[in-house]
T-cell receptor
Framework: SQKIEQNSEALNIQEGKTATLTCNYT??????LQWYRQDPGRGPVFLLL?????KEKRKERLKVTFDTTLKQSLFHITASQPADSATYLC?????????FGKGTSLLVTP | KAGVTQTPRYLIKTRGQQVTLSCSPI?????VSWYQQTPGQGLQFLFE???????NKGNFPGRFSGRQFSNSRSEMNVSTLELGDSALYLC???????????FGPGTRLTVL
């Protein structure tokens, strides 16, 4: 069966450090992968989309890598800030639906 | 552009009742998808509508249904509510099916 796995344990880091979140998938052949941010009680917000032929994509302090051989995407936030504290979700199309991982909670402390 | 709006934001119902949730997508977006989010299962796909037609459906019982109107607004209905239906129901719109999804704030449904 198709699976999207994200680290269920919360990631606690200090302000200014780089946060790295992992998304692993099985039984997908994705053309692209998406990352979303979700704050408590709110809907997810789209952050980045990376295509299978792109190894890396950047947007301001965000960087995403996509390794289709390892079936893994890494999501980096550089110079992290307390305002980056949220749950981050990765998502893949199954062919008919956008499937989400359960997300990793990030807490950035001053 | 205004974002995706969902009404109501909060609902409390009892078992056996039915409920209708509403979603207004971003202007110009023709694809509307619905998701159920619970702490245990995370975000799960319910169904997707495009130009008033249901194109895809997730693995949910027939008690969950939906529709889309000609102005792209969408409703979802849950009949014979069960305790396990308590969740955050999210609507998302997109100009095309495979683009990024723009989510609304969700409707928090509590079934007592």
């Amino acid at each position: 069966s198709q699976k999207i796995e994200q680290n269920s344990e919360a990631l606690n880091i200090q302000e200014g450090k780089t946060a790295t979140l992992t998304c692993n998938y099985t039984n997908y052949s994705p053309a692209y992968l998406q990352w979303y941010r979700q704050d408590p009680g709110r809907g997810p917000v789209f952050l980045l989309l990376i295509r299978e032929n792109e190894k890396e994509k950047r947007k301001e302090r965000l960087k995403v890598t996509f390794d289709t051989t390892l079936k893994q995407s890494l999501f980096h936030i550089t110079a992290s800030q307390p305002a980056d504290s949220a749950t981050y979700l990765c998502a893949l199309w199954s062919g008919y639906a956008l499937n989400f991982g359960k997300g990793t909670s990030l807490l950035v402390t001053p | 552009k205004a974002g995706v709006t969902q009404t109501p934001r909060y609902l409390i119902k009892t078992r056996g009742q039915q409920v209708t949730l509403s979603c207004s997508p971003i202007s110009g977006h023709r694809s509307v998808s619905w998701y159920q989010q619970t702490p245990g299962q995370g975000l799960q796909f319910l169904f997707e509508y495009f130009s008033e037609t249901q194109r895809n459906k997730g693995n949910f019982p027939g008690r969950f249904s939906g529709r889309q109107f000609s102005n792209s607004r969408s409703e979802m209905n849950v009949s014979t509510l069960e305790l396990g239906d308590s969740a955050l129901y999210l609507c998302a719109s997109s100009p095309l099916q495979y683009n990024e999804q723009f989510f609304g704030p969700g409707t928090r449904l509590t079934v007592l």
